[in-house]
């Protein structure tokens, strides 16, 4: 199991960014995905996930209307769209993975097989 992020780099704030992650070695079709980040001298915080099927979406309070959680099952690949992008957007992001089902809600406790991150950087 191998996940990818990719799609960072610097953005001026109110820019966005379009961030990706690939899977490798196994199938994405029965993981629900997550996005989460880590910010300089900060613990590492849920972002978003997406379910397993029919596209259940769930968002941080800090992100929503702003980014937009998508896969694409076929690519074997999710990925986050981020608008309108702040300062305080910037850190590391991840992806992660939890096997499951339908349209479950998994908590940020259940994911796992973390790949490396990639750094979004916003500043003018």
């Known amino acids: 199991v191998q996940l990818q992020a990719s799609g960072g780099g610097l953005v001026q704030p109110g820019g966005s960014l379009r961030l990706s992650c690939a899977a490798s070695g196994f199938t994405l079709e029965t993981y629900a995905m997550g996005w989460f980040r880590q910010a300089p001298g900060k613990e590492r915080e849920w972002v978003s996930c997406?379910?397993?099927?029919?596209?259940?979406?769930w968002y941080a309070d800090s992100v929503l209307g702003r980014f937009t959680i998508s896969r694409d099952d076929a690519k074997n690949t999710t990925y986050m769209q981020m608008n309108s992008l702040k300062p305080e957007d910037t850190a590391v992001y991840y992806c992660?993975?939890?096997?499951?089902?339908?349209?479950?809600?998994?908590?940020?406790?259940?994911?796992?097989?973390w790949g490396q991150g990639t750094l979004v950087t916003v500043s003018s």
């Open positions: 997406i379910s397993v099927r029919h596209g259940s979406k």
């Open positions: 992660a993975v939890v096997e499951g089902s339908g349209t479950d809600y998994y908590p940020p406790r259940d994911f796992g097989s």
